[in-house]
């Protein structure tokens, strides 16, 4: 007699999905196809991050057609990217997890590569964009921040905007239990993972709609990530502040000495006033440095919930018993 035992998907894909209604048509049918021809369990769990538009009716009715292989979770508000992805982590059963981004740059059609290196027994599987379609400016900030970061924290990803990624179960269990208000799951992902790699994948133009992230999204996102993993700025700082203290210290000598010799003199005025500037300027640095910290410092310890679940459509009845 056969034990009646529920078995999880194989492949779980997580989407965040903020005002993706001009996309996701086109997102269901290639994903949806993508993941068909691998002939593997999966489930595909959408998370809406409080869209505006029609991506939640968009999201009910492909549930409606395929409910066996769709989730969706409602948030009740906007509460970003990564907390829409830790969300899907959550509610995703699989032993593979990929995430997505609902805007098509990253091709699903290239989801079986990163399934093949997690068979494999890598527990972590990072891409890298080739042939990025991406603005200029985007891609030189990119560079430069990727630089900066692997100088002064101990994460090492090539390509750290690419949104597709693979995650055994192992490593989506630690991120699971993480406490971390602000996380960057990437970054959490490489230190935890025991066999970790990277492959390249195709990048494509976004298929509709507007980037989420601005200029100003793309800075906030980096100094989370420099001052969650690293206190390297606070060092530097405090180096620099010694630096200028010195130098400080000796223009007050030389600035004496020359009054002792030379006597009162009116010259020099805006020069002090050029050397006091600067030194404010430093101070004001250091100020909002030191309060990127104490900021992460107080949301942590506020310990709100990272996100708010509205409703989460699924399949009650479990359709996979062996």
């Known amino acids: 007699m056969n034990a009646l035992v529920a078995v ?8 965040p999905v903020y005002n993706e209604e ?5 997102l269901f049918k290639r994903l949806y196809a993508s993941l068909d021809a691998l002939q593997i369990s999966f489930e595909i769990v ?36 990564h907390s829409a992805i830790m969300a899907g982590f959550s509610y995703a059963r699989g032993e593979f997890v990929i995430t997505l981004d609902a805007d098509l740059q990253n091709p699903p059609e290239e989801i079986g590569k990163l399934v093949g290196k997690l068979a494999e027994g890598y527990d972590y599987v990072g891409t890298i964009r080739q042939q990025r379609q991406d603005v200029l400016w985007r891609r030189m900030f990119s560079r430069a921040i990727n630089k900066l970061r692997e100088r002064i924290t101990p994460v090492r990803i090539t390509d750290q905007g690419c949104m597709m990624r693979g ?3 192992s490593v989506v269990n630690a991120l699971n239990h993480t406490r971390e ?23 494509e133009e976004r298929h ?10 793309l800075i906030r996102l980096n100094f989370d990530l420099i001052t969650g ?11 620099v502040g010694m630096a200028v203290a010195t130098l400080s210290a000796l223009l007050v000598v030389y600035l004496a000495v020359r009054r002792l010799i030379v006597g009162p003199e009116a010259e020099g005025v805006f020069t002090l006033f050029g050397v006091v500037f600067f030194l404010i300027g430093v101070a004001l640095f ?37």
Do not use: W
């Open 286 to 322: 250091g100020i909002g440095l030191l309060g990127e910290y104490v900021g992460r410092i107080y949301a942590q310890v506020r310990e709100r919930p990272r996100y708010i679940v509205e409703a989460v459509l699924e399949d009650d009845s479990e359709g996979r018993f062996q």
């Open 22 to 26: 001009a996309v996701l048509p086109t």
């Open 46 to 81: 959408f998370v809406n991050d409080g869209s505006k538009d029609r991506s939640v009716a968009l999201l009910r009715e492909q549930f409606a057609r395929r409910p066996r292989e769709t989730r969706v979770v409602l948030f009740h508000a906007n509460f970003g990217q």
């Open 229 to 239: 993993f690293s206190v390297v700025p606070l060092q530097l700082f405090s180096m």
């Open 167 to 169: 995650y055994a179960r």
């Open 181 to 203: 208000i602000n996380t960057f799951i990437p970054a959490l992902a490489a230190l935890y993972a025991m066999r970790p790699i990277e492959v390249p994948i195709a990048h």
């Open 8 to 15: 999880g998907p194989k492949l779980s894909i997580v989407v």
């Open 208 to 217: 509709a709609g507007q980037s989420k992230y601005s200029m100003y999204s």
